[in-house]
């Protein structure tokens, strides 16, 4: 089978540490950014610039250009939603952009950063796919409900988001590729008021760019 953010830019650096996926610490592996409120709701929040575009290039990931950039987007959103069944993970076409959602059901436990068992099937699915449609940029954006205290979620979103850029990492996706961030409890898509509403805010977004020339 084939398998083939231009709002407020933050900086998330290659560092020499990062979280395993049982928590503990490994070398090599991305480091996270806090996105603060300010922020807004997420729109492309880390990709962009020339940098990041280098590196790519660098490692020798080719970049796309005109008509061939949808029909490459169109190729993997086909083939990622198949791979993706049965996961417990959505995919959603955002334009320009796939988004992969994570539910903290298939993630994480309660105020934890290990992945979970339940998350390695639609973790390697994940990174298959995106090892198979390499020209694209990868923003891991973790987010918490309101239950806690702000700074704390903060922290919490920016650890989860970075247990799963490494998990992709070790999976041999391209680092270069990777940026992952927290938004805390800033940008929800449910009420916070229900315990179901709680529970859709808790998650791990993926968002996939084309990246262009």
Do not use: W
Not at 189 to 209: F, K, L, M, Q
């Amino acid at each position: 089978m084939k398998h083939l953010l231009a709002g407020t830019c933050v900086a998330a650096m290659l560092v020499a540490s990062g979280c395993t996926e049982d928590g503990s610490a490994s070398r090599n592996i991305i480091g996270g950014a806090a996105i603060g409120s300010a922020a807004g709701a997420l729109g492309g929040l880390l990709v962009g610039g020339d940098d990041r575009r280098n590196a790519l290039v660098g490692a020798g990931i080719g970049l796309l250009v005109g008509a061939g950039v949808g029909n490459y987007l169109d190729q993997q959103e086909k083939d990622l939603r198949q791979d993706m069944a049965n996961t417990g993970a959505t995919v959603t076409r955002e334009n320009d952009r796939l988004l992969v959602s994570l539910p903290d059901g298939i993630t994480f436990d309660t105020d934890s950063v290990a992945l979970k068992p339940e998350s390695r099937g639609a973790i390697n699915q994940l990174a298959q796919s995106l090892n198979e449609y390499p020209s694209s940029y990868i923003d891991v954006i973790g987010h918490t409900d309101s239950t806690g205290a702000d700074d704390y979620n903060q922290r919490l979103s920016e650890r989860r988001a970075r247990a799963v850029a490494n998990a992709l990492v070790r999976r041999n996706v391209n680092s270069a590729r990777i940026e992952s961030a927290g938004m805390g409890e800033t940008d929800p898509i449910a009420s916070n008021d229900t315990p179901s509403g709680r529970a859709r805010n808790r998650r791990v977004e993926v968002y996939i760019i084309p990246a262009t020339q």
